[in-house]
């Protein structure tokens, strides 16, 4: 049995995935090191999610940066990182899962990760990781499984064309929804 067929790895694998995509972020950002509570591994999606997400990230920059100040959010404590980010991922998948809204987690889970450290709170990286491994067994387990776990992504890479049209519809998605919950949160406030 392979490490994506396991349904009770799904998670695992989904906090594997996040933790090797914030660090590549990092690295590639030329960001401190985190201080790390633990070290996930690695997997042999990583890099496949990571590559398909910089490519959003570099399409839509205005969607993948600054996402708490968008959402009017301080990273002040483990609660609210936790809280705000499934919010958000909550309204990411309202209407469904597809491998691109699973790819945007990662981003957007990157970027919150990335603001943790850039507002002085590297410690909470170790809660968005926990978040999209709890997300992911909550929400998206299920789906992961009937797609065949995660290696059910690999060949979406091989039909690039297809793959390109999901990202952009997605990304649209996620730009509406960025500012249904900036214009929500302005409405509590």
Sequence with gaps: MSLSDDVDTIADVAKIICDYYITEKLLLKRKPKRKRKRCYGNCEYSECFRRAGH???????????DVSRKISVTMTSSTVVK???????EILFRDGVTWGKIVSMFAVSSCFAEECIQQGHSEFVDDV?????????????????????????????EEKKEF?????VDVLGLLVIFILVLALLLLLR
Aim: glycine share 10%.
């Design 55 to 65: 490519v959003l990230e570099r399409l839509y920059p205005n969607v993948y940066t």
């Design 83 to 89: 809280t705000d980010l499934s919010s958000v991922l």
């Design 164 to 168: 390109k049209v999901h990202i952009i």
């Design 129 to 157: 990781i926990d978040c999209v491994g709890t997300f992911t067994a909550v929400h998206l387990r299920e789906w992961l499984t009937k797609e065949g776990g995660w290696g059910g992504f690999e060949p979406l890479l």
